[in-house]
Structure formats: structure tokens, C-alpha cells
């Protein structure tokens, strides 16, 4: 019997393995074009509304967007069989569709009347956001490695028909929203989602049953997690500590934001934030404590997404200097903005990798030392054979290699 090669695509029996590394850049380039997709739609919108809250909200769940993308394609390419990372792709790509659908449902039926293409696609994709939370627990419950006992079975079973029946009715509320004019509301959420009615009132309960179904599952999922703590120990303990830092930090701000009815803007803002901080922990508990061996994709992944969330930050804020404060034509500061994100991309990325390193991948950081001090002392060196013995030195401490030696041509 050969050897299975995990990660790749086999055709076998005329089946094609989907869950393979080709699949998850594919899907990560998707949910990242989706993620990007959103800030034209919101400038149109803007341009319509004169409203400056949907661009700094749509920032907010570019970061969010981002951690799930990343983490998610890494997880997936490294290890195609574990469902973490195709989950994490999956939350994302459901959350931000149902985002970008949004706004475009938005723009066509209340700006455009209804003209634009694709227009009944975006009031179908609206209601998708419910399907990322969904997702979300079962993130949660999964992780390390994606692997539950057989008592499980059932449970996730109807799990996961709760989940499809509460997708075909959100699809059914949609259909029925074909008659009306203006099918989405001023937020972009699906009319009749909310209060399902006539030949839709059956999704009524169902809608109830995914919301009860979702908190248990999440419940669940953190009594697993803390039982399992208690009886870790070591590596697989310190992973879960990190997982319990973003789950905390997700819970807190989801309470905030919905005991505090009346709660200014901002604070709905930090909820993608503190979710982006989910697969922030487990990015770190992989690449911290080495659970599946990919410290520098890791440390790349965190270094690109503060990157990211600085440059989008100072996007926005000099935008809204630009065209708010000194009054400047929007085209205008929409340039600035961009040129000045631009100048600051590769002084940032040194800056932020280098720390990022520090803290993560402490290997690399500390052989990219080695090898800069060893090229300030090769600046004043003369003698060969001390070049040669300082060289072998320096391989030997900054990749540790199981043999080295040097010819020097005469």
C-alpha cells in the first residue's frame, strides 16, 4: 500500500479530494477579495447617504475579516484534514459576503432602483451573516486538532440540521422578499427576517431554535474547553489558555454590546475587534507552542494583519480629516489618503515584523542578529583563517545545520 501524502489532491475511485491547499488559497483569495470589495460599495453608499459610520464600521470587520482569512488559509493548508481552518474560512466568508451583499442590496433597490445586475443574489447572501455565527462554537469546540469522541456524533448531527433548515428558511424569507420594492432595510438587513409572516411564519421557531441551539453549543463548547484545561498539562494547556483569552474577550464585548441598549457607535465597532481576536489567540497558540510547526507563516500572518488594521486606521482618519475637518474635495483626500497608506506600508512592515519576531519566532530573530553582527566584524576582518572558523561559527548558530565546512579556492 503507498503512502498518503497528506495536503494533496488524489483522484481515486473518481473522487477529487476538495479539502486540499489549492482549495484554501482559492477560498482565502475569495474571502479576501470579498473583504477589499466592501470599501467601493461603502464609498458608494456614502456618496448617497452622506453617512461616515459605514466606512469606519467596515474597517472594523476588515480586521476581523482578516485574522479569520489568514489563520483559517494557514490551518487549512497545513493541515487539510483538520476542519479548523476550513470553519474559520467559512465564518469569514459568510460574514463578510452577507457584508458586502448588504450594501450592495443597499445601493441598487433604495439609489438605483432596482437596475444594477445581481441585485436578488445580494438580498439572497444578506441574511448569511447569521450563518458565520453559527459557525462559531464549533470553532471553539474543536480546537487543537479538530477531533471529538463518538458521543458527539448525534449532538453535532442535529446541530447541523437545525443549521440547514435555519438556512432554507432565511433563503425562503428572501425569495418572498422579491415582491416588494425596497427588499432590504436602511441597515441592509433582510425585510421579514425579524418577523416572519404569511406562508414564511414557520421560520418563525426555527429562527428561535438556531439562536437557543447556537448559546447552547457555545456553552457547551467552553465547559468542554474548561474540563479539558483541568486535565491538560504542559503544551496542550498553554494552547488553551490562549484560546481562553479570545473567547473572554469576545464574550465581554458581546455582552456589552447587547445590555447596553442605548451604547454609543464605537462600542458596536469593537465587537468585530474582539472577535478578530479569537483566531488571533489560536494563531498564537499554534505558532507560540508549535502545535502544527509553522512559526514563520504565523508570525507573517500577525505581522500583515497589524499592518493592515494600522494602514486602514490611518486610511480612514485622514480621510475623514481630509474631507471633514479641512473641507477638502473627497476625491482629493481619498488620493492623499491613499498615497501617504502607501509611503507608510514597507517602513511599518520592517518595524512590525521585527517586533513580531521578537516576541514569536525568536529562531529567526535571533539568526538574523547572528548574521548582522558577523557581517559588521567581516567589514574590518584580514586574517583567512579566522573569516573561515567566525563563518563556520555563525552557520552553525544560525541554522543549526548537522554539518558544515568551507572551501576556499586557491
Request: charged letters at 15%.
Amino acid at each position: 500500500m503507498g503512502e498518503r501524502v497528506p495536503g494533496r489532491t488524489n483522484v481515486a475511485g473518481g473522487r477529487v479530494r476538495l479539502a486540499s491547499p489549492t482549495t484554501a488559497l482559492v477560498l482565502g483569495a475569495l474571502a479576501l477579495f470579498s473583504l477589499f470589495a466592501e470599501f467601493p460599495l461603502e464609498i458608494a453608499l456614502h456618496q448617497f447617504s452622506s453617512s461616515s459610520s459605514d466606512l469606519l464600521q467596515a474597517a472594523t470587520w476588515v480586521v476581523f475579516g482578516l485574522s479569520f482569512t489568514a489563520v483559517g488559509v494557514v490551518v487549512a493548508r497545513r493541515e487539510p484534514g483538520n476542519p479548523m481552518g476550513w470553519l474559520l474560512i467559512a465564518a469569514t466568508l459568510a460574514i463578510q459576503l452577507s457584508s458586502d451583499a448588504a450594501a450592495y442590496a443597499r445601493l441598487d433597490y433604495q439609489f438605483r432602483h432596482g437596475v444594477l445586475p445581481l441585485g436578488r443574489v445580494a438580498v439572497l447572501l444578506s441574511p448569511a451573516w447569521s450563518y458565520g455565527f453559527l459557525i462559531v462554537p464549533l470553532i471553539v469546540l474543536l480546537f487543537p486538532d479538530g477531533r471529538l469522541g463518538s458521543r458527539w456524533r448525534w449532538p453535532l448531527r442535529a446541530y447541523l440540521a437545525v443549521f440547514v433548515v435555519f438556512v432554507v428558511g432565511t433563503l425562503s424569507v428572501a425569495v418572498a422578499a422579491f415582491s416588494l420594492r425596497v427588499p432590504v432595510d436602511g441597515g441592509g438587513n433582510l425585510v421579514g427576517l425579524s418577523h416572519p409572516s404569511g406562508a414564511n411564519a414557520w421560520f418563525g421557531p426555527v429562527q428561535v431554535a438556531g439562536y437557543v441551539s447556537f448559546v447552547l453549543l457555545a456553552i457547551v463548547a467552553v465547559i468542554y474547553q474548561v474540563r479539558s484545561y483541568r486535565r491538560a498539562s504542559g503544551e496542550h494547556r498553554q494552547q488553551l489558555k490562549w484560546l481562553s483569552s479570545g473567547a473572554a474577550a469576545c464574550v465581554v464585548v458581546l455582552v456589552i454590546t447587547i445590555a447596553w441598549s442605548d451604547a454609543p457607535a464605537w462600542i458596536g465597532n469593537l465587537f468585530p475587534l474582539a472577535l478578530a481576536g479569537l483566531p488571533i489567540a489560536l494563531g498564537v497558540a499554534i505558532l507560540r507552542y508549535r502545535l502544527y510547526e509553522i512559526d514563520r507563516l504565523i508570525s507573517r500572518t500577525l505581522s500583515y494583519a497589524i499592518l493592515t488594521a494600522l494602514l486602514v486606521g490611518t486610511f480612514i482618519g485622514l480621510i475623514a480629516l481630509t474631507t471633514n475637518t479641512l473641507d477638502i474635495s473627497s476625491r482629493v483626500g481619498v488620493a492623499a489618503s491613499t498615497l501617504a497608506a502607501a509611503a507608510l506600508f514597507n517602513p511599518l512592515r520592517k518595524r512590525i515584523q521585527r517586533v513580531v519576531d521578537r516576541r514569536f519566532n525568536r529562531a529567526r530573530y535571533d539568526a538574523e542578529a547572528t548574521v548582522a553582527a558577523f557581517t559588521a566584524r567581516l567589514r574590518d576582518a584580514v586574517e583567512i583563517d579566522a573569516i573561515r572558523a567566525d563563518l563556520l561559527d555563525v552557520v552553525n548558530r544560525a541554522v543549526q545545520p548537522t554539518h558544515a565546512s568551507i572551501w576556499i579556492k586557491q
